[in-house]
């Protein structure tokens, strides 16, 4: 064996391969009982006896319900994202930056409510995924910045989505706001913040 290919002593061992096989195994059932079931009605036990294994071993693969829906919700997300970074536009790229603006935060809007009960389920009650979030940050300023806006982007960014968070559009939609409206009153938002540059 080369040099260049022995392990490190710290290098944790590389996971056997029946190991691998039960972690996809459970997490593409954790994914289609999500999907059939919703978030808030998936238990460990239902998801390991759908992936044929012990309870045991969904515990030692993810360590929690929690780190099990934040592995469900990380595949949601990676596939949103790679909607946001290459997909069609306007969500993608190829049309203007504050058409984009407007696509993304209807996308987000109905991707959260959509998974707000996976969202709750892998953050620990929080309601936010902190990678997701991160990665909306860092679009919305950019998207911000390709508009020209001047000032805090950072602070205006998250005043954009904080009206897109899962707890206030949830309880929106519960007290019977319709979601067109909530999505319309993001757009209303998202030009204030633009300004002339959105003509």
């Known amino acids: ?10 290098d944790p061992p ?59 919700l990380n595949q949601s997300e990676m596939a949103w994202q790679a909607e946001v ?13 504050y058409d984009r603006l407007l696509a993304f935060g209807r996308s987000r809007l109905e991707l959260n409510l959509r998974h707000a009960d996976l969202i709750e389920a892998a953050s620990g009650g929080t309601g936010r995924s902190r990678p997701a979030w991160a990665f909306t940050a860092i679009h919305v300023r950019h998207l911000l910045a390709e508009c020209g806006v001047e000032g805090d982007l ?5 005043a954009l989505l904080a009206s897109l968070d899962t707890f206030i559009v949830r309880q929106q939609v519960r007290d019977g706001v319709a979601v067109e409206r909530i999505a319309e009153a993001w757009c209303d938002l998202a030009r204030r913040v633009v300004g002339d540059r959105a003509c």
């Open 1 to 10: 064996m080369p040099p260049a290919e022995l392990p490190l002593l710290n």
């Open 14 to 72: 590389p996971p056997r391969r029946d190991a691998a096989r039960n972690r996809d195994a459970v997490l593409q059932a954790a994914l289609c009982l999500v999907a059939q079931e919703g978030a808030a009605a998936v238990t460990m036990e239902s998801v390991a006896e759908a992936a044929g294994v012990g309870k045991g071993t969904v515990f030692r693969r993810f360590g929690s319900r929690q780190g099990l829906m934040g592995e469900v």
């Open 85 to 97: 970074i290459s997909g069609a536009p306007p969500l993608g790229p190829g049309a203007p930056a």
């Open 154 to 158: 950072p602070l205006l960014a998250d």
